[in-house]
């Protein structure tokens, strides 16, 4: 075909005991195969029609020896077409089980559960990207939005949603990757974020344009590829390595966290000292209040760059000091606020981001979550 796309798939069809059956399936948006003519296609040296065997060749075995090899491993092959739409050429095969050690497995890489909870905003035009994309974000368990153009994009940023990262095409009709970005850098309804762009290989040769991109990866992507990528820009689950030589930079690091400022929202005493106490290990210092009315009489006399705020609070509690801060406070005096809340039910996340807080961490809070939100937060607040 001239135009159109292949689509390649790998998932679980059926599983009995230790065996596990897949089904492969490759999707094409070529000419089809007429129903008439579909039983054809397993029989040695058959074509479907003689002009075609001009044009595109081929000797009429490849899936003879392909449905042979299946029936040999235990599956099966099969084929659904429609003419003019496409063919859908599918087999499965049956595998034993493997058993892995999870801890094996542990490394230098980012564990997934580093992206749980963090949103996406996904921009791609063509359907079966924004699928692929779908599916990649799943087992993360990201919380993402996947829009196809620029302009549907922009409306939801200017709708107030917030989002951790923007992963966004180069290639798009009417406003490319490009584009889009420079609209979301330059907008002031829009608060900045990170922004990743997805371009075939050598296609950005502008520096400009490259900065505003936190990363570029080459299409096609590979999964663990943007992962890594994406982890690194949120700073989440990575840790330095010191090299030789390294001793000015962790001095520069230190800086920085020191010059961070951080605000503790939470009456209960005990849960202060253990926030404190973390904070210390991590290398940060912190103000500490003890319900929302002291958390606005704190941001009056000072500028926070981050404010851990626990949601129940007696007197004013954390929801309702958010959105007072939100309403009340300049664009440039705007902490990063974190929600921190024993409950864990649905709907808790979105109240507090709509609220206006700008993430979520659970009680009872875990030192390397901690770390992971002040590594992400910390770089967003001096660059911005």
């Known amino acids: 075909t001239h135009e159109g796309e292949i689509f390649v798939s790998v998932t679980p069809f059926n599983n009995t005991d230790d065996l596990y059956e897949l089904r492969f399936s ?9 129903s008439d003519r579909m039983g054809r296609l397993f029989k040695k040296f058959s074509q479907l029609d003689s002009s075609m065997s001009r044009q595109y060749g081929g000797t009429g075995l490849g899936l003879v020896i392909s449905k042979r090899l299946v029936e040999a491993m235990g599956g099966r092959m099969w084929v659904d077409s429609e003419p003019d739409k496409g063919s859908i050429f599918s087999f499965t095969i049956l595998g034993e089980a493997l058993y892995v050690d999870p801890h094996a497995l542990e490394g230098d890489e980012p564990s997934q559960r580093t992206l749980y909870g963090k949103r996406l905003l996904v921009v791609d035009d063509n359907d079966v990207n ?16 996947v829009v196809a153009s620029g302009e549907q994009a922009l409306k939801l940023l200017r709708e107030g949603e917030k989002f ?16 889009l970005a420079k609209e979301i850098k330059s907008s002031q309804q829009i608060r900045p974020f990170p922004l990743l762009l997805l371009s075939p290989f050598g296609l950005i040769h502008n520096r400009d344009d490259k ?9 096609p992507v590979k999964p663990n590829d943007l992962f890594v990528t994406i982890s690194k820009i949120l700073n989440d689950s990575l840790r330095s ?15 920085k966290k020191k010059s961070l400022q951080i605000l503790v929202a939470e009456d209960n005493n005990i849960n202060q000292k253990v926030a404190m106490r973390m904070l210390e290990r991590l290398g940060y210092q912190a103000n500490v209040a003890g319900n ?7 941001v009056k006399k ?49 109240r507090c981001i709509d609220a206006g807080m700008d993430g979520y961490l659970s009680k ?11 590594s992400v937060y910390e770089t967003m607040a001096i660059n911005s």
Request: net charge negative.
């Open 302 to 350: 000072q500028r926070y760059d981050l404010i851990l705020m626990d949601v129940q609070m007696p007197e004013m509690d954390g929801l309702t000091a958010t959105e007072f801060i939100r309403q009340n406070l300049e664009a440039d005096q705007q902490p990063y606020i974190i929600a921190l809340t024993a409950n864990a039910l649905i709907g808790d996340r979105e």
């Open 241 to 255: 390595v010191p090299h030789e030589g390294t001793q000015q930079q962790a001095q520069i690091e230190h800086k």
């Open 130 to 145: 924004r699928l692929i994309m779908k599916h990649l974000l799943y087992p993360w368990q990201t919380e993402s939005r």
């Open 364 to 374: 009872p809070v875990r030192l390397e979550e901690l770390e992971q939100v002040l």
């Open 292 to 298: 929302g009315l002291e958390v606005i009489e704190a």
């Open 26 to 34: 490759v999707l094409d948006t070529g000419i089809g195969i007429p």
């Open 211 to 219: 900065d505003l991109f936190s990363a570029i990866i080459n299409k």
């Open 164 to 179: 951790d990262i923007g992963i966004l095409d180069m290639q798009m009709p009417e406003m490319d990757g490009i584009m």
